[in-house]
């Protein structure tokens, strides 16, 4: 299977950087795995609630770890969450455009997860599935 593939076939997820702003790309993924019969999770440190499910703070505030992580935030973010994705046991990290990081996708893949960094959309790839 392709990191796509890896991706998508995961059992939970989890989408840092959702949002309440339904506009906002943070809101169009954590909204489209939801509506894709995924179990997924908002991860969001300035609010409680996205979408009438609980946001977040962290990673470790998870109930459970999630397989997928879907990063919806600026470089400097997605360096401090792949961190915390490598601690907690993610398997499989998708850095949305504009979201990537060089320093992160090496962290991540040293660690030996599953990195998608070139670009590519979780929203094209979830409706190229239906």
Same mark, same amino acid.
């Not at 392709?2 to 995961?10: D, G, V, Y």
């Not at 989890?14 to 169009?28: E, I, L, M, P, T």
């Not at 962290?107 to 790839?125: N, Q, W, Y």
């Given at each position: ?12 997820y ?8 339904? %506009? ?5 993924i ?22 009438? %499910? ?8 998870l ?28 398997? %499989? ?38």
């Open positions: 299977m392709n990191a796509i593939s890896n991706f998508l076939s995961a059992s939970t989890a989408v840092a950087g959702a949002s309440q702003r339904q %506009h906002k790309y943070g809101n169009k954590f909204r489209a795995l939801i509506e894709s019969g995924r179990e997924t999770y908002p991860l969001n440190p300035a609010v409680e609630i996205i979408e009438g %499910h609980p946001a977040y703070q962290r990673i470790a505030d109930p459970q770890t999630p397989e997928s992580l879907s990063i919806v935030t600026p470089p400097e973010v997605t360096r401090r969450l792949v961190a915390d994705a490598i601690e907690a046991g993610i398997k %499989h990290i998708w850095m949305q455009p504009g979201a990537e990081d060089a320093q992160a996708s090496r962290s991540a893949r040293d660690a030996g997860l599953t990195v998608i960094d070139d670009g590519s959309c979780v929203l094209v790839a979830l409706s190229l599935q239906h």
